[in-house]
């Protein structure tokens, strides 16, 4: 194996831990060298080369390497021995923070009630690392359903509601349907059992999808109970039949194909 595809190999090691998606062939990730809300970091695995959409660099394979090894992102043997500053951030000591990422939390009014700021960087192993803070705007410590599209109005007025696990995945749902489109909203919930439900989404269809673990498990059946006693018509599509990755979530198909399985699973729970 020649130096050049020992590089690709390296790169494409890091780029698929961090992969949220696929487009006509490339893979879609949030940009390793700024911080972004969106992925628009494209990389084509056949060609070797990679562009970003939010700060307009890209190359070749070499460049990234160095680029991602400068970064911090892939160790050399000297690299590896060097001590790094420990960065302080929710709780969680982080020796490199690559990029952040700031979801806002607003309540059924659309006060705004909490800000959640995830930071995504490596460990002092140099490993794949996230962690999170979490800022309370009122006194009251109260959550609610991750909304990715900052107004609850057009929420309030579609037939399906579509909840899944984490604020990223959220937004990977709202990709397909922006509100109102197709009358489905896509939101975001963290624990199950914490949520306050809304009086609106008693007349509303609900359809949980949790990640692929058991943890995603047991949230998503506290959740479903919680809705049914509220009369709510709520189904989960068991993840956990399926073959599917350990951790799987529905940001990890291609928005064409996210968009399918989505369509599908509206399609049979309507037809309960």
Not at 75 to 87: D, P
Not at 198 to 217: C, F, K
Request: hydrophobic letters at 35%.
């Amino acid at each position: 194996m020649g130096r050049l595809e020992e590089m690709k190999k390296e790169v494409e090691e890091v780029l698929e831990s961090e992969r949220v998606g696929w487009y006509r062939g490339q893979w879609v990730l949030y940009c390793p060298f700024h911080a972004e809300s969106n992925p628009s970091f494209f990389y084509d695995p056949e060609k070797g080369v990679w562009y970003c959409f939010g700060c307009g660099e890209g190359g070749g394979v070499a460049e990234l390497y160095h680029r991602l090894k400068e970064a911090g992102v892939i160790y050399g043997k000297e690299g590896a021995k060097k001590k790094k500053r420990k960065v302080k951030a929710g709780g969680k000591k982080l020796a490199k923070i690559l990029s952040k990422t700031v979801y806002t939390y607003r309540d059924y009014e659309g006060n705004e009630v909490m800000v959640k700021t995830r930071f995504d960087g490596l460990d002092g192993e140099g490993k794949r690392a996230k962690s999170f803070k979490i800022e309370w705007k009122t006194g009251r410590k109260r959550w609610f359903f991750y909304n990715p599209y900052g107004s609850w109005e057009e929420v309030k007025k579609a037939t399906f509601v579509v909840l899944v696990e984490g604020e990223k995945t959220a937004r990977a749902g709202m990709e397909v349907f922006p509100v109102p489109y197709d009358d489905v909203a896509v939101l975001g919930y963290t624990y199950g059992d914490k949520e306050e439900i809304p009086e609106w989404m008693v007349s509303q269809t609900v359809l949980i999808i949790p990640d692929n673990d058991e943890a995603g498990r047991r949230k998503a059946e506290k959740l479903k109970e919680r809705l049914k006693e509220r009369g709510i018509r709520v189904a989960v599509f068991p993840v956990w039949r399926y073959n599917l990755p350990k951790g799987w979530d529905i940001a990890d198909l291609s928005p064409e194909k996210r968009k399918r399985v989505l369509e599908k699973l509206l399609e049979k729970l309507s037809s309960l």
